[in-house]
């Protein structure tokens, strides 16, 4: 009978090694690939996902306000099956991205739209009139406020336990481990804001709003992020504002012409220095919320 045990021996190698292979291939074949639109939601996506997932981000490394996807950009969209971008405010061009016309079964995502949009400070009180793009008058930068991003990380384990049923508790479980370490972060941030000598910063590109309302700040930006080299009565309107409220640093975007700030700079002698909206993927291998962190600190240490 020593042939049987044999025959049953090779007979479980034959099924195990044909197991492996199965559960090798499946994780190749059955992973979702994923298409993000810029960096907050392609590193949430990326932790929440583990590594089951192929996740890709499209062109937008330097920034998203003035993206417009590249032709080959739309083409990876419509051969991935699940597209995340962030709010419709933000990429308005993803709301007009049309798989079913392509032939395409991509199923497109818009991560925030749980999320409670906020009017872009000073526009609160603008009615909507006819032929006015509503979704102009809201402010998408949510992902800089530790609290919403971990709302806005529910939300994509959601969206991921719906295109993928099999691992929804797995895609739930890493969001909301993920909402508590967001949540945390807050935490420690609150009685930091909370001592601060000040409470007003300035920014060229108004991203912290979100930022600012959580902590009991204030965001002032300088001439509605204007890029060109201000006139002479714009020049003294600044100069003006500069006297007012005392102001001793603006904050600048790494990688944007700061023709603006360089020009302030020299005329009225206040400081610059960069806070990153983490718009643009820092590349430095830091996870978002090790990001996140740093940008609260640097303001922090700011008003401090
Ligand atoms: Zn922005």
Redesign the pocket.
């Known amino acids: 009978m020593k042939w049987m045990k044999y025959l049953f021996l090779s007979l479980m190698l034959l099924v195990l090694s044909a197991c492996g292979q199965q559960s090798q291939s499946s994780q190749v074949q059955s992973g979702l690939r994923i298409v993000t639109s810029f960096y907050p939601i392609y590193s949430l996506v990326k932790e929440i996902s583990g590594d089951y997932n192929d996740i890709r981000m499209i062109g937008s490394r330097n ?3 003035s993206y417009e996807p590249s032709p080959a950009d739309v083409k990876g969209i419509y051969d991935a099956d699940v597209f995340i971008y962030h709010s419709k405010i933000l990429e308005s061009w993803a709301g007009r991205l049309e798989p079913n016309v392509q032939g395409s079964k991509v199923k497109v995502l818009e991560a925030s739209s749980g999320l409670e949009l906020q009017r872009v400070p000073g526009l609160e009180d603008v009615e909507v009139t006819e032929g006015m793009d509503e979704a102009s008058l809201y402010d ?2 949510t992902w800089l406020d530790p609290v919403l991003v971990g709302q806005e990380a529910v939300l994509i384990g959601n969206l991921l336990a719906e295109a993928d049923p099999e691992r929804a508790s797995y895609y739930n479980e890493n969001a909301s481990k993920l909402q508590q370490q967001y949540q945390d972060l807050a935490d420690k941030y609150r009685p930091i804001f909370e001592k601060t000598r000040s409470k007003t910063f300035v920014t060229q ?1 108004t ?1 912290f709003s979100y930022t600012a309302k959580r902590y009991g700040l204030r965001q002032l930006g300088i001439a509605g992020v204007s890029e060109e080299e201000p006139n002479p009565r714009q020049l003294a309107e600044i100069k003006e504002f500069v006297d007012t409220y005392d102001v001793k640093t603006i904050f600048v975007e790494k990688g944007k012409s700061d023709k603006l700030a360089q020009t302030l700079k020299s005329s009225t002698g206040v400081d610059l220095k960069i806070l990153d ?1 983490l ?1 643009a993927d820092p590349e430095n291998n830091l996870t978002y919320l090790e990001n996140l962190d740093a940008v609260l600190d640097t303001l922090a240490k700011e008003l401090q």
């Open positions: 920034g998203i306000h998408p930068h590109h991203a909206p718009e």
